[in-house]
């Protein structure tokens, strides 16, 4: 089992729309929690951390579920910029940050 | 203000050749690694240093070399190229925060795409 899973998509979503990823991880250890936005043929880039509480960074949405172990992430209003692909990181604690495989998002107008 | 900076950003070797890939940054960071990229795969963690004379293996090392002679500097060596290591190598580095480097968010180069024929 990968210890960090995501639907690989795509998610194929009309401007507008609100769509929603999940990703699960399997180290109930896991300490800190993210998610990255990669264009393509681009670098991983930080879209927002990831915050026991849930956390808002305008039309995106967090939210950790500790006892479940997966993490999701909400798009509301969804823009042609948002097509990317998401990734899901997570980290133990330690020195190894563990990304998952990411979900494709293509946005149509 | 460059962030990370890596070079070559293309290369093609042959099976057997040696190279090393180029990674700096500037903003200070005690923490580098370096990633490959494969389809569908996710990055995966090469090797990792936590400050300048440490280093240590990540969850796909062999085949690569690393040395963090400063805190700047982190190159990753190709020992002897072969078509397995064709793939978008990536370098990271994060800053330690008041807990844990855990916390922070990694900072990313440009990416080198390597092909080994």
């Known amino acids: ?109 | 203000n460059a962030g990370v900076t890596q070079t070559p950003k293309f290369q093609v070797l042959k099976t057997g050749q040696s190279m090393t890939l180029q990674c700096a940054q500037d903003m200070n960071h005690e923490y580098m690694s370096w990633y490959r990229q494969d389809p569908g795969m996710g990055l995966r963690l090469i090797h990792y240093s936590v400050g300048a004379g440490i280093t240590d293996q990540g969850e796909v090392p062999n085949g690569y070399n690393v040395s963090r002679s400063t805190t700047e500097d982190f190159p990753l060596r190709l020992l002897s190229a072969a078509p397995s290591q064709t793939s978008v190598y990536f370098c990271a580095s994060s800053y330690y925060s008041s807990t844990g480097f855990y916390n922070s968010p990694l900072h990313f180069g440009n990416g080198t795409r390597l092909t080994v024929t």
């Open chain 1, 1 to 109: 089992r990968k210890e960090v899973e995501q639907d690989p998509g795509p998610f194929n979503v009309p401007e507008g729309a609100t769509v929603a990823f999940n990703c699960t991880y399997s180290n109930s250890a896991s300490q800190s929690f993210f998610w990255y936005r990669q264009d393509c043929r681009k670098e991983p880039k930080l879209l927002m951390s990831v915050y026991s509480s849930g956390n808002e960074d305008g039309r995106f949405t967090a939210q950790l579920n500790r006892a479940s172990q997966y993490i999701s992430l909400l798009i509301r209003d969804s823009k042609l910029s948002d097509s990317a692909t998401y990734l899901c990181v997570v980290n133990t604690g330690g020195f190894k940050t563990i990304f998952g495989a990411g979900t494709r998002l293509f946005v149509k107008a």
